[in-house]
């Protein structure tokens, strides 16, 4: 069965801190990736996507992330982190082509940053 | 252009009552997902539909929850008789296509069945 681990539940940086929270996903076939983010009171949005080409995307308020395929992994990092960006972040899969684009979540990591 | 939205925001029913929750989605988006996130626990993907036509509802715990969406438009998740592990938080996303679009979600229901 599908499945996505993020490594850690809950993070606390300080402003200017950078940033990673790891991703790895089990899947046997091609997936398209996800990272979401839900900030107090407010609903998921999508910081980034991966479908194909570069490893490296590059998403919303200086986040990127990696797919790194030999690892199953698509760790989130952002050099320097401000104090808006505490939120709960979620890692999410889908198979690739599939007629459904249900997906499927990591268990989130909550992320404080002190001011 | 409004994005998904979801009522009511939240919810406190008493077991073996009746909850109907309700999702409007993204106009013009033929998929419409459910998903549940229990405390502390993953969000779980329940069901999905394209237009009218449910297209996977794997995720659906039993046969308590039923979900409809009358003439491919807004959505609606009734769960009935209400027991305590249904308490979450619900949340409703559409999208144009299939697995290669975006999925856009609402700010979810919360319902405690206390």
């Known amino acids: 069965a599908q499945s996505v681990s993020q490594h850690n539940h809950h993070v606390i940086l300080s402003e200017a801190a950078s940033l990673e929270l790891g991703c790895n996903y089990s899947?046997?076939?091609?997936?398209?990736l996800f990272w979401y983010v839900q900030y107090p009171g407010q609903h998921l949005q999508l910081l980034l996507k991966?479908?194909?080409?570069?490893?490296l995307v590059k998403g919303i308020k200086g986040f990127e992330a990696e797919f790194i395929k030999s690892k199953f992994s698509f760790n989130l990092r952002k050099p320097s982190v401000q104090w808006s960006d505490t939120a709960e972040y979620f890692c999410?899969?889908?198979?690739?082509?599939?007629?459904?684009?249900?997906?499927?979540f990591g268990q989130g990591t909550t992320l404080q940053v002190k001011p | 252009e409004a994005g998904v939205t979801q009522f009511p925001s939240h919810s406190v029913i008493e077991k073996g009552q009746t909850v109907t929750l309700r999702c409007d989605p993204i106009?013009?988006?033929?998929?419409l997902y459910w998903y549940r996130r229990v405390m502390g626990k993953e969000i779980k993907f329940l069901l999905h539909?394209?237009?009218?036509?449910?297209?996977?509802e794997s995720g659906m715990p039993n046969n308590r929850f039923l979900a409809e969406r009358t003439g491919g438009t807004y959505s609606t998740l009734k769960v009935q008789p209400a027991e305590l592990e249904d308490s979450g938080v619900y949340f409703c996303?559409?999208?144009?296509?299939?697995?290669?679009?975006?999925?856009?979600f609402g700010q979810g229901t919360r319902l405690t069945v206390v």
């Open positions: 996303a559409s999208s144009q296509g299939g697995a290669d679009t975006e999925a856009f």
């Open positions: 899947y046997g076939g091609t997936v398209n």
């Open positions: 991966y479908f194909s080409g570069d490893p």
């Open positions: 999410a899969v889908n198979a690739m082509g599939s007629n459904t684009g249900k997906l499927i």
């Open positions: 106009s013009g988006h033929d998929n």
């Open positions: 539909f394209v237009k009218e036509s449910k297209q996977d």
